[in-house]
């Protein structure tokens, strides 16, 4: 599983022109699932991106986490984390895993996280989506 976490103001999704998802101050998450992923490798990366402190405190240091900020998620499915650009000019993506194996751990990702935080967003599996943020710091952490 790969997971690209950006601490935003804001972010949305939209799908075919309509708002899909939208979040305020929080995590826009990007989510690629590989083949041998499974939901002890969700649960995992769902407790340490939960637990990261990258919000800033009252003294400016990055010490508060998204539950301490009360934010929210916007969890947005991306196979292309899988590219595999070693040879030639156009990516392979047969480390992903296949839609309906990765489509029930975005579910059970999604399903995990908002077990823990109040407000959860996500995009459409499989969706031509329009993706717009405005990232805070910036700040970007990748975790896999």
Same mark, same amino acid.
């Given at each position: 599983?790969?997971?690209? $976490?950006? !601490?935003?103001?804001?972010? &949305? ?18 989510? +690629? ?9 969700? #649960? !995992? ?12 405190? *009252? ?5 508060? &986490? @998204?539950?301490?900020? +009360? +934010?929210?998620? @916007? $969890?947005? &499915?991306? =196979?292309? @984390?899988?590219? #595999?650009? !070693? ?5 392979? =993506? ?5 839609? #309906? !194996? ?21 995009? &459409? =599996? +499989?969706?031509?989506?329009?993706? *717009? @943020?405005?990232?805070?710091?910036? =700040?970007? $952490? $990748?975790?896999?």
């Amino acid at each position: 599983m790969k997971v690209v $976490i950006q !601490r935003v103001e804001h972010a &949305s999704v939209t799908i075919d022109g309509q708002v899909h998802g939208q979040i305020g101050k929080g995590y826009l998450v990007l989510l +690629g699932v590989g083949h041998d992923d499974d939901e002890a490798t969700a #649960d !995992r990366i769902v407790k340490k991106m939960i637990g990261l402190r990258i919000f800033a405190d *009252e003294n400016g240091k990055t010490n508060l &986490s @998204l539950k301490d900020v +009360g +934010g929210s998620l @916007l $969890i947005v &499915s991306q =196979f292309t @984390l899988y590219a #595999d650009c !070693r040879h030639g000019n156009r990516p392979g =993506f047969t480390d992903a895993a296949k839609p #309906d !194996r990765a489509n029930a751990l975005y579910e059970y990702f999604v399903k995990k996280c908002a077990e823990q935080v109040e407000n959860v967003q996500t995009g &459409s =599996f +499989g969706a031509d989506m329009k993706v *717009e @943020l405005l990232n805070d710091g910036p =700040f970007t $952490i $990748i975790l896999d």
